[in-house]
């Protein structure tokens, strides 16, 4: 008994096709230049939120603030949830299908996006300083503190002048501070995008 193929369907330039869509692509995570600027930014101001992420990730000595990193782990810990979209995309790019394969890289970068803000949210370590906590009021250009930075500056101050004599850590976990999280700007500027490869 002899076999033989019949082709039904010629896919296989629609395949060529989506899956060198699908490399020439890659998705970015972080603060895009869009989102950069700064609420009250006049475009001649030190920093935006591009710097202040760049700052918090590695850390400067020499202005005596230490790393936070919030992007690295951010991503590699949403790992489980955003990778499937990329293996979706290449099953797509195999069928074809360029626009779903398009649709599952932005659902991975939205996903990560995502696992980079929890982390922002998370408290990374270590401790705000007193210093800082004193002066999150001009970071948001109101002239007085919230309740939950006084309720911190309280329980750190000895107990001798009235306070709880609270470590910075325990003082700032209690009170509902956020290290990387003032005004809300930095953590909301982080973004994901897919574009070509440069």
Do not use: C
Not at 7 to 19: E, P
Not at 67 to 90: E, M, Y
Not at 127 to 138: E, N
């Amino acid at each position: 008994m002899a076999s033989r193929v019949v082709i039904t369907a010629d896919k296989v330039n629609a395949v060529i096709g989506s899956i060198t869509k699908l490399v020439g692509k890659e998705v970015l995570v972080g603060i895009p230049e869009a989102n950069a600027s700064r609420q009250n930014d006049d475009s001649s101001g030190p920093v935006n939120n591009a710097m202040i992420g760049y700052l918090m990730e590695n850390g400067s000595p020499a202005r005596n603030v230490p790393a936070r990193p919030w992007l690295v782990p951010g991503v590699r810990d949403s790992t489980s949830q955003w990778s499937p979209h990329l293996k979706g995309a290449a099953n797509a790019a195999l069928d074809g299908n360029t626009q779903r394969s398009d649709q599952e890289l932005a659902a991975s970068g939205v996903i990560a996006a995502s696992g980079v803000k929890r982390k922002i949210n998370s408290n990374i370590p270590p401790p705000l300083s007193a210093a800082t906590i004193r002066g999150r009021k001009y970071g948001r250009d109101t002239k007085s503190r919230r309740e939950n930075e006084d309720r911190y500056l309280n329980m750190i101050r000895s107990p001798a002048k009235g306070g709880a004599g609270m470590s910075p850590g325990d003082a700032q976990s209690a009170a509902g501070i956020v290290a990387l999280v003032n005004t809300g700007e930095f953590r909301n500027a982080v973004d994901s995008v897919v574009r070509k490869k440069t």
